[in-house]
């Protein structure tokens, strides 16, 4: 059993950052790839990034160039630092991983931009 858990939302004007953190339970931390999705309303949960347990980074091509996704195995974390953020990042974001074949998501946290 995984447990995840988000922080790190909120609301920020266009242009604005922010990171988000996610904390894993149990002490084989490192061997999980995780992953950061979103859903926005109406629209379907989507792959935002990727860390591997080797630090291996997959970010989507939508915001590759102002999002970025990092580890901290000593702190069990990871993170998705969000730059120059735009309207249509608006939605709920949440923390992923798949260890042994069983999904386990975190509860999500909100970002909203918005002036």
């Known amino acids: 059993q995984v447990q995840l858990e988000e922080s790190g939302g909120g609301l920020v004007q266009p242009g604005g950052s922010l990171r988000l953190s996610c904390v894993a339970s149990?002490?084989?931390?490192?061997?999980?790839?995780m992953n950061w999705y979103r859903q926005a309303p109406g629209k379907q949960r989507e792959l935002v990034a990727t860390?591997?347990?080797?630090?291996?980074?997959l970010v989507a091509e939508s915001v590759r160039d102002r999002f970025a996704i990092s580890r901290d195995n000593s702190k069990n974390t990871v993170y998705l630092q969000m730059n120059n953020l735009k309207p249509e990042d608006t939605a709920v974001y949440y923390c992923?991983?798949?260890?042994?074949?069983?999904?386990?998501w975190g509860q999500g946290t909100q970002v909203t931009v918005s002036s």
């Open positions: 992923h991983t798949k260890p042994y074949l069983t999904d386990y």
């Open positions: 149990g002490n084989i931390f490192s061997s999980y790839t």
């Open positions: 860390i591997t347990q080797g630090s291996q980074i």
